[in-house]
């Protein structure tokens, strides 16, 4: 789908959004901190605008970080995942209160290299709720 030429471009939303949750924003992330704030970025952005991904859904991606990484969550401020959601939802309404772009996937490509697709949200028909 093409953005409006008004819509900031949503891999450069994520890399900005994913960012303000680590501890070092300027330092590299280990691969299993990039995907996991990417993740965070995701759900939040979403959760945002009324659509969602559980919590058990979440946490069962986030496990497979942890997994493979043991020291993952030095790499942010706290290990607790949802408050960090919570920090992106409010960073999400702040900076792009109007933006209600849906996405569908995101993931990275290569390291540093965010892809995101995404769909306008559907509109509900008058008289429909």
Do not use: Q
């Amino acid at each position: 789908m093409k953005r409006k030429k008004t819509e900031k471009k949503m891999s450069d939303i994520f890399k900005e959004m994913s960012s303000t949750i680590l501890k070092d924003p300027a330092a590299i992330p280990s691969s299993e901190a990039a995907h996991a704030a990417l993740l965070l970025s995701h759900v939040a952005w979403n959760r945002a605008i009324g659509e969602g991904l559980t919590d058990a859904a979440c946490r069962g991606i986030l496990r497979k970080f942890e997994k493979s990484r043991s020291s993952l969550w030095k790499e942010f401020p706290t290990k607790d995942w949802k408050s960090l959601i919570g920090l992106l939802i409010e960073y999400k309404k702040t900076h792009y209160p109007d933006d209600n772009r849906v996405v569908v996937v995101c993931g990275m490509r290569k390291p540093g290299v965010i892809h995101v697709e995404w769909k306008y949200a559907e509109k509900t028909p008058v008289g429909m709720v």
